[in-house]
């Protein structure tokens, strides 16, 4: 039996506790959250123990795993304290607020035999494997490019509930942290690392309300010479379907919910997603289930977990370029580095 306890008891929370619940021979034994209510919530919903402080819950249970769902600024601190009392750690993304923050976790995961991954759980999607598995099959040939798109849609409201998402200081970042970083970890995971970054990152619709970006676009140079464009914004009316679209030899590989890959001899192949469960945001995605599924079973392995630290610190190296480049927080770049 894998026990866990999540730390963080935000929108995102309810995901990995249905996902905990899901996993054979998995138990959920404790939340945590400093804020009161949110903890009160949490606990009448699982009907298990509650702590207002992490450490306090480390002194009188020993969970074997910990997700880590809290604001960004506080995953490292959290996930430090679980590898030091031995707990095997599932970070949500990002992996921290800032490139120091986050080279602390890679330096930490890499002295200790405890486990650490972190929920890029895209890559986990049915049309991203088999994305990967045809691109790496050679069939389509080389990548030549790629371009992808994150339209969605934020109120007021979003930012005034949990004032955190708006700041540098807290939240690392805006769209591009937040929302775009699943996209973009995508996109570098199918076409190859990122060697050059150009961007810019603005605020257009939310100027009055946040100190972080809504908009914001990028291009990337890959190894091997591809290139992507990559643009999001949440400016837009309504969630958008994210679209990826790549560009090989041989072929088009477009990703819209579905994967349809058409060849150059005409032929046309269609990949269907999976539907996306009734807990959580549409937009979350469908594989959270899957990414935590796998997690648990690597436990017992020798080597890291695929999606580690060190992984995860590409598309946020990429993102934090994108910032520094942009106008908007070159008098910030002790908080947003």
């Not at 819950?57 to 604001?71: E, G, I, K, N």
């Amino acid at each position: 039996m894998t026990t866990a306890a999540i730390i963080g008891c935000g929108d995102v929370s309810g995901v990995h506790a249905a996902a905990i619940r899901a996993v054979e021979d998995s138990e959920l034994i404790a939340v945590c959250d400093t804020d009161p209510a949110a903890l009160a919530a949490a606990v009448e919903r699982y009907g298990v123990p509650g702590f207002g402080d992490h450490r306090t819950l480390l002194s009188q249970l020993r969970p074997d795993v910990a997700h880590v769902c809290t604001p960004h600024h506080q995953h490292v601190p959290v996930a430090l304290d679980l590898l030091d009392a031995g707990v095997h750690v599932l970070v949500e993304k990002p992996l921290a607020h800032t490139v120091g923050e986050a080279e602390r976790l890679v330096e930490a995961a890499e002295r200790t035999d405890t486990r650490i991954g972190v929920c890029f759980q895209n890559r986990y999607n049915a049309t991203s494997q088999a994305a990967r598995q045809l691109l790496d099959s050679g069939e389509v040939g080389a990548v030549l490019g790629a371009s992808a798109t994150v339209m969605w849609t934020r109120t007021p409201d979003y930012y005034r509930r949990k004032p955190w998402r708006g700041k540098w200081e807290t939240a690392g970042g805006g769209l591009l942290i937040n929302q775009v970083i699943h996209t973009l970890d995508l996109v570098q995971w199918l076409v190859g690392g990122v060697v050059d970054v150009k961007g810019n990152a603005s605020t257009r619709l939310y100027g009055d309300l946040i100190e972080v970006e809504d908009t914001a676009e990028m291009l990337l140079a890959h190894e091997g010479g591809s290139r992507s464009v990559v643009y999001g914004s949440l400016a837009n009316v309504v969630h958008a379907p994210v679209t990826i679209e790549i560009t090989a030899e041989r072929g088009t590989l477009s990703i819209r919910g579905d994967l349809t890959t058409t060849y150059a001899d005409g032929r046309v192949e269609t990949v269907k997603e999976r539907r996306a469960s009734s807990t959580g945001r549409a937009y979350w995605g469908v594989s959270h289930e899957v990414l935590i599924r796998d997690f648990y079973a690597r436990l017992g392995d020798e080597e890291s977990f695929w999606i580690s630290p060190r992984e995860a610190m590409k598309s946020l190296r990429v993102l934090k370029d994108v910032y520094i480049q942009s106008d908007l927080v070159q008098n910030r770049l002790t908080t947003v580095g």
